[in-house]
């Protein structure tokens, strides 16, 4: 009777959730439209207003920059909701901070401030085999987000600079082709991957990476964007002084897009580091030493009693994952806004 009340509890919770959350991107989404909306109707009007005056006054432009006072109200109002917006989806992060330093016993609780503060969850996580996880994880996506890196941006360097038949029908059929999930083939992987021997057995972390890096080519448009910024004066320089593409791409082109390595770079380390569904599905039936953070993680809390049992611990693990990423991202931003914005403007 208990767990049939706990079950219909984590269902009603669940739902309210997802409503809650529906309701935060559809409001999310109608700022942003709206905001945009505002800045190209106040643009029109703005050159229209030049045009006008400059007509009338010789040249002399006159462009008052004072906001109504329903525009300020309503500016005002969809920060207010963006800022609620922000808080509704850092919470969940919180919410993990201090549950794993929760010192109660038991698995998710009402309240959100811990009556008791420790840091025995961390150091229960580490005496597991979290850190074998953690390691097995780290390996599979630095290998996977180098080659992925260096596959997608010879792909769009390629694509950027060299014309050849059937150019524009690859591209559009890899951009059509990247638009299906990959879970769509899990079954066809799966059975190619047992049949080579890479299902349940040592192998089984090289075919995952294998899975992860078989689809990076359908990622080329942003770094193609990238290229398409850079002067094709510059190959042509090169090419007259006898430097072959190779040269080119390694010695010019690549030193001018920092950028757009960093914001590929860090997509491709993203996907592997937090992956689960096709992780589970590959090296999941292996023991232990296959496992990754997010497999080893889930498996710590994947029934009842586990969740009661392991459920700080397992928060403690979620926010350890978090870190790297996170520290990433702070030291690398300004090269991953630069590389997405660039590569949008002729992507």
Same mark, same amino acid.
């Given at each position: 009777m208990k767990t049939l009340l706990l079950l219909s509890l984590s269902k009603g919770a669940a739902t309210a959730v997802g409503i809650v959350l529906g309701v935060v991107i559809l409001l999310q989404i109608a700022a942003i439209v709206y905001l945009i909306l505002s800045r190209k109707g106040s643009a029109v009007s703005s050159r229209t207003k030049l045009a006008s005056t400059h007509t009338l006054r010789t040249k002399k432009i006159i462009h008052s920059t004072r906001r109504s006072p329903k525009?300020?109200?309503?500016?005002?109002?969809?920060?207010?909701?963006l800022v609620i917006i922000s808080i509704v989806w850092v919470f969940p992060f919180v919410y993990l901070i201090l549950c794993s330093v929760r010192g109660e016993s038991g698995g998710m609780v009402t309240y959100l401030i811990p009556k008791k503060f420790t840091f025995d969850n961390y150091v229960s996580l580490f005496q597991g085999d979290f850190i074998h996880w953690y390691i097995n994880t780290l390996l599979i996506?630095? $290998?996977?987000?180098?080659?992925?890196?260096?596959?997608?941006?010879?792909?769009?360097?390629?694509?950027?600079?060299?014309? &050849?038949?059937?150019?524009t029908a690859l591209m559009k059929f890899m951009l059509v082709l990247g638009m299906f999930p990959g879970f769509l083939g899990m079954i066809c992987i799966y059975y190619l991957l047992n049949a080579m021997g890479m299902i349940g057995s040592n192998l089984s972390i090289v075919g995952l990476m294998l899975v992860y890096i078989s689809g990076t080519m359908m990622g080329y448009y942003v770094s193609k964007g990238f290229f398409d910024t850079i002067?094709?004066?510059?190959?042509?320089?090169?090419?007259i002084d006898g430097a072959s593409r190779a040269k080119i791409f390694f010695s010019i082109i690549l030193p001018l897009s920092k950028p757009i390595i960093i914001q590929t770079l860090l997509?491709? &380390? $993203?996907?592997?580091?937090?992956?689960?569904?096709?992780?589970?599905?590959?090296?999941?039936?292996?023991?232990?030493?296959f496992k990754t953070?997010?497999?080893?993680?889930?498996?710590?809390?994947?029934?009842?009693?586990?969740i009661s049992e392991n459920f700080t611990t397992f928060c403690a693990g979620g926010v350890v994952v978090s870190l790297l990423p996170i520290i990433m991202f702070f030291f690398m931003q300004r090269f991953y806004v630069a590389g997405v914005t660039g590569g949008s403007v002729k992507g």
């Open positions: 525009g300020v109200l309503v500016d005002t109002g969809i920060y207010i909701l996506a630095i $290998v996977v987000s180098v080659i992925n890196t260096m596959i997608t941006l010879l792909t769009a360097y390629a694509l950027s600079r060299m014309r &050849f038949k059937g150019r002067s094709r004066s510059l190959d042509e320089a090169a090419m997509g491709a &380390f $993203v996907g592997p580091w937090g992956d689960y569904m096709m992780a589970n599905y590959i090296v999941g039936r292996g023991g232990s030493d953070a997010a497999i080893g993680l889930y498996q710590m809390v994947d029934t009842l009693p586990e």
